[in-house]
């Protein structure tokens, strides 16, 4: 595979290693789904999927992409994979990483579905043609590339007219939450938020520290509301909705620990999802 930029190639390195993206991003094979749950949601039994499904979907989404072309674009990992094709969706995925595309197989054959897998880069997605795909599904990955204007023009390419493409970004406002540094994050008050993510390019400094301010660049990206909103409007799609992540748990009589991913989820609001749609002909 040839590499767009030092982006690709880091990520690439990354994602095949497991490590600190896999952890805090949580990409991993499930494979302990009940597909019950499944058959419940679209049969109107269950308002909603299980958890973790649920917090990162549009629910009339699912709903809509039973039984049609999915693209779950640099998705790789048996999460997204699984809950499409459990939904009786024909399902392909594209990742960068090797290791991932191996998960998505892994879990279709632990559930005995079909998958297709593609090894590329979420910017170039040549090996589909021209609208190929009902849905383009998208949980947080554009993070990991400078500009998300090359994605979406590639994902109006592979939509189908009146196709839905379904994007999930980080907060740019609550961004430097997610850094590992001692300046960020909880400090035992509440969390702080301690430099501006306009530079966009996440760094590692010379202690291990991520940072925007200094060092080499992780291959992590920090993407403002401008270019995610304008960049759909300018590429042609029409923005259906937006939704923000929050972990149930936040709504339950259960104690999280500060500093937790709960805990941080339900105090700030650190992703959120576009929902945008392709003309119909």
Known sequence: MRFIDDAARINHQNWNKGGKFEHHYGSQEVLHVNPE???????????????????????EVLRY??????????????????????LGCRVSVLDISELQLERDRMAAEHYGYDVVTVHGDMRDLSAFADASFDLVYQNISIVFVPDVRPVYREVVRVLKPGGFYEVWHCNPATFAVELD????????????????????????????HETFRE???IGEYAHQLSDIFNGLIESGLTIEGVSEESDESAHLDLPLEPGSEPHKRSIVSLYFGVLARKAPD
């Open 37 to 59: 749950d499944f058959r419940a949601f679209l049969e109107g039994r269950a308002e909603r999927l299980p958890d973790p499904f649920a917090v990162w979907a549009f629910p």
């Open 65 to 86: 992409a039973a039984g049609k072309n999915v693209l779950c674009l640099a998705n790789g990992g048996g999460q997204q994979s699984v809950v499409f094709s459990l």
């Open 181 to 208: 540094n001692p300046s960020s994050g909880w400090d035992g008050i509440g969390y702080r938020i301690s430099e501006s993510s306009r530079s966009k390019v996440v760094r590692r400094d010379s202690d291990g």
């Open 215 to 217: 060092g080499e660049p």
